[in-house]
C-alpha cells in the first residue's frame, strides 16, 4: 500500500512564526505536490516537485517555499505565518510518466491554525 | 481563474437511487480526468478516471462520462450507498504535464 504520511495532523502558530509541514512518501514516487483545500475553493497547488532539488510553482505559491532534498521527502515552510494561512494543507505524491498520469496519493492532511 | 468548475457544493441522494456529480471545464488542452473521493479528516482518494479518447469508463456501480465538445463530465453513482456519502473532487490534466487541476468539490450526502 503507498504510504504518504504528514508530520502533524493538527497545528497551531502564531502570526509571524516560521513552520515547517514536513511529508514523506514511501513509495519511490517522482513526484510531490502540495496543496491547500479551503471551503468553497477546493484544492488549490502551492508548489510540486518532480525531482530531487527541483521545484515548480503552482497556482497559489506566495507565501511559501518548499525544499525537496531527498526523493521521499518534501517540507512546505511558511517563513512568516500569517491568519489567511489557516488552512487544510495536503500532500501528495505521484509517478512521472504513468499511465495513469494524474493519479496522486494524498496524505492525511495537517490542519493548521495561524492566531 | 476556475478551470474546473462543479458548480454544485452539496447534492443529497436516497439509499439505492443514482447520484449524479457533473463537472465542466475550461481548457480544451485538457486530455485526462479523474474523480477523488474525501472523507472528513482524511486525505482524497482516487476513484476513477477517464482518457478524452473515451466517452465513458466504468468500475463497479461507478461510471464516468465525458463529452468533449461540451467540456463536461458526470460521475455516476449506482446505486448509491451511505458509505458513498462524502466530498467528491473533479480532476483534470494535459498531456506532458505533471500537475493536475481540481474542481471546488461537490458534498455527496446518501441518506438511508
Known amino acids: 500500500d503507498v504510504k504518504v504520511t504528514q508530520s502533524s495532523r493538527y497545528l497551531v502558530k502564531r502570526t509571524g512564526e516560521k513552520v515547517f509541514l514536513e511529508c514523506v512518501q514511501d513509495?519511490?514516487?517522482?513526484?510531490m505536490f502540495w496543496y491547500r483545500q479551503d471551503p468553497g475553493l477546493g484544492l488549490r497547488l502551492i508548489y510540486f516537485?518532480?525531482?530531487?532539488?527541483?521545484?515548480e510553482k503552482g497556482d497559489i505559491p506566495e507565501g511559501y517555499s518548499v525544499s525537496r532534498e531527498k526523493k521521499e521527502r518534501f517540507s512546505l515552510i511558511l517563513e512568516s505565518a500569517s491568519t489567511n494561512q489557516t488552512s487544510m494543507y495536503l500532500c501528495?505524491?505521484?509517478?512521472?510518466?504513468?499511465?495513469?498520469?494524474?493519479?496522486?496519493?494524498f496524505g492525511p492532511g495537517t490542519r493548521l491554525t495561524v492566531l | 481563474d476556475q478551470q474546473v468548475k462543479q458548480n454544485s457544493p452539496s447534492l443529497s441522494v436516497q439509499e439505492g437511487r443514482i447520484s449524479i456529480l457533473n463537472c465542466d471545464y475550461t481548457?480544451?488542452?485538457?486530455?485526462?480526468f479523474l474523480w477523488y473521493k474525501k472523507y472528513p479528516a482524511e486525505g482524497p482518494t482516487f476513484l476513477i478516471s477517464?482518457?478524452?479518447?473515451?466517452d465513458k469508463n466504468e468500475d463497479g456501480r461507478f461510471t464516468v462520462f465525458l463529452n468533449k465538445s461540451a467540456k463536461h463530465l458526470s460521475l455516476h453513482i449506482v446505486p448509491s450507498q451511505p458509505g458513498d456519502s462524502a466530498v467528491y473532487f473533479c480532476?483534470?490534466?494535459?498531456?506532458?504535464?505533471?500537475?493536475?487541476?481540481f474542481g471546488t468539490g461537490t458534498k455527496l450526502q446518501v441518506i438511508p
Open positions: 513509495m519511490d514516487h517522482e513526484n
Open positions: 516537485s518532480y525531482d530531487v532539488k527541483m521545484k
Open positions: 477517464i482518457s478524452s479518447i473515451k
Open positions: 480532476a483534470a490534466s494535459e498531456e506532458g504535464y505533471q500537475k493536475v487541476t
Open positions: 501528495a505524491s505521484s509517478f512521472a510518466n504513468s499511465a495513469n498520469l494524474g493519479t496522486q496519493y
Open positions: 481548457n480544451s488542452m485538457f486530455d485526462y
